[in-house]
C-alpha cells in the first residue's frame, strides 16, 4: 500500500511539473501540451484502475471469514451434492483470493516512463482488476447464499 500511495504521489509531482513546464522554444510547445496531456491521461486512468482495487480490496477480508464459516460447514455437513457445493464455493473464494494478490504483485505502473506504453498497460490492467473483483463479488456472493 505504501508503494501505491507513493506512486500516486509522483505521478501527480509528474504531472505538476509536465503542467508547469514552459517551453522556451516554440516548436516545442506542442509536444510539450501533448506530452502533459498523455500524463494527465494516464493519471486518471491510474487512478481509475486504483479505484475498483481500493473498491474490492477490503473485501479480502471477507472472503476469509465466509471460507473460514463454509469449512465449519464443510465439517458438519457430510451430505454429497451440498458437501460438493461448499467445497466448490470455498476453491472460488480461494482463487478470486489469490487472483487479488497475484494482481497487486504484478501492477508495476511505475516500471514504464514511455506514456503510449503506460497508457496501454493501463487499459490492460483496467481490464484485469475488473475481472478480479467480479470473480471475489460473484464468490462472495455464492458464499453467503450458502
Known amino acids: 500500500m505504501k508503494t501505491i500511495f507513493k506512486l500516486s504521489s509522483l505521478l501527480l509531482l509528474v504531472l ?18 501533448h506530452d502533459a496531456a498523455d500524463t494527465s491521461a494516464n493519471a ?4 481509475d484502475v486504483m479505484a475498483i482495487h481500493d473498491e474490492v480490496m477490503p473485501k479480502m477480508g471477507d472472503i476469509y471469514t ?8 464443510l465439517e458438519d455437513n457430510t451430505e454429497g451434492d451440498k458437501k460438493s457445493e461448499i467445497e466448490s464455493t470455498i476453491t472460488k473464494l480461494d482463487e478470486a483470493d489469490k487472483a487479488m494478490r497475484v494482481w497487486m504483485r504484478e501492477f508495476k505502473p511505475e516500471d514504464i516512463t514511455d506514456e503510449a506504453k503506460k ?3 493501463l487499459d490492460n490492467e483496467m481490464e484485469k482488476v ?9 464468490a462472495i456472493e455464492q458464499a453467503k447464499a450458502l
Do not use: N, P
Open 44 to 47: 486518471k486512468l491510474y487512478s
Open 119 to 121: 497508457r496501454e498497460y
Open 130 to 138: 475488473k475481472k478480479v473483483r467480479e470473480d471475489m463479488l460473484a
Open 16 to 33: 505538476l511539473y509536465a503542467c508547469g513546464q514552459k517551453s522556451h522554444e516554440h516548436g516545442h510547445e506542442h509536444e510539450h501540451a
Open 66 to 73: 465466509l471460507k473460514e464459516g463454509l469449512k465449519k460447514k
